[in-house]
């Protein structure tokens, strides 16, 4: 079985650019969860989809990131226009609906803005 | 969610057990205790959980403190490849994944 992966694994853009994380997540995941670390900090929940709908969102830092699921499939998290303090890795990690276990978690995409 | 409190680092010799240690006094009675371990360049992944009894699975042992105050992960016989930072957290059951992972116990497996 396929485990999350996340595309690209590092990414290097400029100070006002737009990027955008994909994230796959395991065959038939209906949860889909964004994490992120930046410099120096801890590791902190994003936003968590069920299927294609945005079940919480409230650890989104501000209106320029934008997270989809079309489809309910992959996901994808735009930052637009990127800032320095964007700098960080950025973590997926997804979950079934019909069992309890945890969320299985892909190896994160490195974001540095210059 | 109840916040925890981890040591720093921690070496451990190879083939030893490794005891991680993590106080979460102000834990509610329907969180759980949570240890998930990062290693270099990889996502989090997790390790073991339980609410108030010892619990023990393929990778690691835990045990929690009669009053739920405090728990100590352990890693029977460590390897290199144990080497990693270990975070404990407090939270409700597995569905509920919007958690901080705070700054984590760095274990150093050494030769």
């Known amino acids: 079985e396929a485990g999350v992966t996340q595309f690209p694994s590092h990414s290097v853009i400029e100070k006002g650019q737009t990027v955008t994380l994909r994230c796959d997540p395991i065959s038939g995941h209906d949860n889909l969860y964004w994490y992120r670390r930046v410099m120096g900090k801890e590791i902190k929940f994003l936003l968590h989809?069920?299927?294609?709908?945005?079940?919480?969102e409230s650890g989104m830092p501000n209106n320029r990131f934008l997270a989809e699921r079309t489809g309910g499939t992959y996901s994808t998290l735009k930052v637009q226009p990127a800032e320095l303090e964007d700098s960080g890795v950025y973590f997926c990690?997804?979950?079934?609906?019909?069992?309890?276990?945890?969320?299985?978690f892909g190896q994160g995409t490195r974001l540095t803005v210059v | 969610d109840a916040k925890t409190t981890q040591p720093t680092s921690m070496d451990c010799a190879e083939g030893r057990a490794a005891n991680l240690p993590c106080n979460h006094s102000?834990?509610?009675?329907?969180?759980?205790v949570y240890w998930y371990r990062q290693i270099h360049s990889q996502g989090p992944q997790y390790i073991i959980h339980g609410l108030k009894n010892n619990e023990t699975n393929e990778m690691a042992s835990l045990i929690i403190t009669e009053d739920r105050k405090s728990s100590t992960l352990i890693l029977p016989h460590a390897t290199l490849r144990d080497t990693a930072v270990y975070y404990c957290?407090?939270?409700?059951?597995?569905?509920?994944?919007?958690?901080?992972f705070g700054t984590g116990t760095k274990l150093q497996v050494i030769p």
């Open positions: 957290i407090v939270k409700r059951s597995g569905g509920y994944q919007k958690v901080t």
């Open positions: 990690a997804s979950r079934p609906s019909d069992r309890e276990v945890e969320a299985f």
């Open positions: 102000t834990i509610s009675g329907n969180e759980y």
């Open positions: 989809f069920v299927k294609e709908s945005k079940q919480d």
